[in-house]
């Protein structure tokens, strides 16, 4: 059976969703969006995701429709049309359609686009044994262009990014900014543990200012793991104890090699097992009901 999609303001069976050409979304990348996720009847900090939409938007001068209260009451309908109680949800607001030129002046009506589905990220055996990252030339944007902390619908430069990945043969990338620091992966951010301390780039470094990375930084100050938010070279990622990625579309992954070197002993690392058990503990009670 198909599915029940969001698009503004009706919900339409998914061979009727569709969007004008003249869209900027779709010329442009003009536009920013969320990749959600709902556990247990519960979407996982909706609110934390509608607050880093409606940010996105306001970065790019994009003023969204709806306000932030029917922005959750659409994710939360929508899975409910669906019969959904475990979903990935993908949130689109894009600037709308307009003429063949860039002027967002053009565009008098934002696009406003939900879809409640599932995704797979990476193959199942790799969240067992964890993945092979390499670093690519591409760098991160500069946060003086388009600001990683900008969710946009350009994500050329992640995906650039991906392709070197795929050309190498690897299924993630480890993406550095322009001082060479690590940024981030293409759809995930990155951690590493070393000594005991759990390490992660600021959002200065120039990365997307995850949901997942947040509450993992939670999660583990509560275990009283100490947590630094700080620059990290390349050569921390390969001396670490362990490495692992976050994201809601990833979850939680281990990294068990960096540019063929072995991290650890070459398997999911203790803090990260535990983290990833206090995440699956999380998810059931943190989040907006949607029945
Ligand atoms: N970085 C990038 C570039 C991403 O696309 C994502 C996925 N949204 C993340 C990090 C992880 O963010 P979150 O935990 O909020 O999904």
Do not use: W
């Amino acid at each position: 059976m198909g599915l029940l999609i969001y698009l503004n303001g009706s919900f339409v069976p998914e061979e009727e969703a569709k969007v004008s050409v003249f869209d900027h979304g779709f010329l442009y990348g003009d536009g920013v969006f969320e990749g959600i996720r709902a556990y247990h009847g519960k979407v996982f900090r909706l609110r934390e995701h509608i607050d880093r939409l409606y940010d996105s938007a306001k970065a790019i001068n994009l003023e969204i429709p709806l306000t932030k209260d029917e922005m959750i009451e659409v994710v939360c309908e929508t899975c409910r049309r669906n019969n959904l109680t475990d979903a990935y949800i993908r949130l689109v607001v894009s600037r709308g359609a307009g003429d063949l030129g860039l002027d967002p002046r053009k565009c008098p009506r934002p696009t406003v686009v939900n879809i409640a589905s599932s995704i797979t990220l990476y193959p199942e055996e790799l969240y067992q044994t964890g993945l092979t990252v390499i670093t690519v030339p591409t760098r991160r944007n500069i946060p003086e262009g388009v600001n990683p902390r900008i969710k946009s619908l350009n994500y050329l430069n992640n995906i650039m990014a991906k392709i070197e990945a795929n050309i190498a043969g690897v299924p993630e990338a480890v993406l550095l900014n322009q001082e060479g620091f690590v940024a981030e992966c293409t759809g995930d951010n990155i951690f590493i543990v070393k000594n005991g301390v759990l390490k992660t780039p600021p959002p200065y470094a120039g990365i997307l200012e995850g949901v997942t990375r947040n509450a993992v930084i939670e999660l583990a100050q509560k275990r009283g793991i100490p947590v630094a938010e700080v620059m990290l070279p390349r050569y921390d990622l390969f001396t670490a104890d362990e490495c692992f990625l976050t994201g809601t579309a990833a979850e939680l992954i281990p990294v068990t090699k960096v540019d063929d070197r072995v991290i650890g002993n070459g398997k999911p690392g203790p803090i990260f097992l535990q983290l990833l058990e206090d995440f699956h503990e999380l998810v059931k009670v943190d989040g907006i009901d949607i029945y």
